[in-house]
């Protein structure tokens, strides 16, 4: 059986990356057969690790003037990223279909292994690659599974984006769908022409742990994980780059008064990396108090010396999960406080009033509390079932 598993396979940001090893792990475990060949596919045909950024979307005002002139009046979205995806199509997406049939070639399973790639609000979209992907899948008659999906933009009927992403979903080969979210009505709109029932699972990391056979250390070392100041001045958040900034201050001379040890530590983005250089340049911080992975059993091992972490990348969180060590999210994108939802602990997700004293406190009490373990241990194997049944019906 050769099973293609696709999504964001050359960011920088290992939670893209960790998804592939973890979803293989999961389907060996759900199939429970030794014959499986698994390959993993880019969506967008990259061959090496590279920064996400680098695959933001094309000049869209450079070429709303050009169609702007050759039609005398303002043109509106839709018609926008109509000829955006056509032009695409006809250039750039020529190289990328090639590459999709080369491994699609006896396939007898296209999984989508999740992940926040149901997006285009932002300047990252993914429309184009599920809309191709699942109209290849069709022509060929291969089945598609699409696990965890992040949705992170509501459907939009007047977007020619969303439009993309509801024949995909909707494509008759795709025979299950899950969404990370806790939320799956945010799923409603990309599927009213679909039959299937979309149900809510953790994302695959939550079993980073037993992936990598990585078990937690001994440890009493805070990790500080971090993001980009940028991220939330993006995402349009109350908090601002400039209050991110003071805040990590704050809470490293809260955690040094309090005699406290601690790290910092990255998802391995570029982007978070450069910021983590910036900041330790800038406040004389010693290089050895940083960790920056570059794969997920890097980041597991690195995440397995904390006793609890406070990051703002939500697979961060998700393999804190997996290891039983807590975390305290602050938040620069909702998935965050969705997944802190997901494990009934919602109040350590921070997102309008950020200062340190509240973060560290709530870091204590994580550290003191843990999970409750059957809702941890329940969550986990929401996935689970859902694979075998999803397998079970195709097979």
């Known amino acids: 059986m050769k099973i293609v598993m696709v999504g964001l396979l050359c960011n920088s940001n290992i939670g893209d990356r960790l998804l592939f090893d973890c979803s293989e792990f999961l389907l060996k475990q759900c199939l429970g057969s030794e014959d499986i060949t698994f390959e993993k596919l880019d969506f967008h045909a990259r061959k090496t690790v590279e920064n996400e950024s680098s695959r933001r979307g094309t000049d869209t005002d450079g070429l709303r003037n050009k169609i702007n002139r050759l039609l005398g009046h303002q043109t509106n979205n839709y018609l926008l990223n109509f000829l955006k995806f056509h032009i695409w199509k006809k250039s750039r997406g020529k190289a990328v279909i090639k590459y999709y049939n080369e491994h699609l070639a006896n396939c007898d399973l296209l999984f989508f292994i999740g992940g926040g790639t149901l997006s285009y609000h932002l300047d990252y979209d993914w429309s184009r690659y599920y809309f191709i992907l699942t109209q290849l899948a069709a022509k060929k008659r291969i089945p598609v599974i699409m696990n965890g999906i992040g949705v992170e933009s509501r459907y939009v009927f007047w977007d020619y984006r969303a439009r993309l992403y509801r024949k995909a979903l909707n494509s008759l080969m795709v025979k299950a769908i899950s969404t990370r979210n806790n939320k799956p009505d945010m799923l409603q709109g990309y599927m009213l022409e679909s039959s299937l029932e979309c149900c809510c699972v953790a994302d695959a990391a939550v079993w980073a742990a037993e992936t990598f056979s990585v078990k937690k250390a001994i440890s009493k070392i805070y990790g500080i994980g971090v993001i980009a100041a940028k991220r939330f001045d993006e995402c349009k958040r109350e908090i601002s780059s400039e209050n991110y900034e003071e805040y990590l201050v704050n809470l490293v001379e809260l955690l040094n008064r309090n005699n406290r040890e601690w790290e910092f530590f990255t998802n391995g983005a570029h982007i978070d990396n ?53 975390f305290v999210a602050v938040v620069w994108n909702d998935k965050l406080k969705m997944f802190a939802e997901a494990l009934k602990c919602s109040e350590r997700a921070v997102d309008i009033e950020l200062n340190a004293e509240k973060v560290f406190d709530l870091a204590v009490r994580a550290e003191q509390d843990g999970y409750d373990e059957y809702v941890r241990e329940t969550f986990r194997n929401t996935d689970v079932k859902f694979l075998k049944e999803a397998i079970a019906n195709i097979f």
């Open 274 to 326: 450069d910021y983590l250089e910036y900041l330790c340049e800038k406040y004389n911080i010693s290089k050895s108090r940083i960790r920056m992975p570059s794969t997920g059993k890097e980041l597991t091992e690195v995440i397995a010396k904390y006793s609890v972490i406070i990051t703002s990348r939500l697979h961060s969180c998700i393999t804190a999960c997996s290891l039983d060590i807590p």
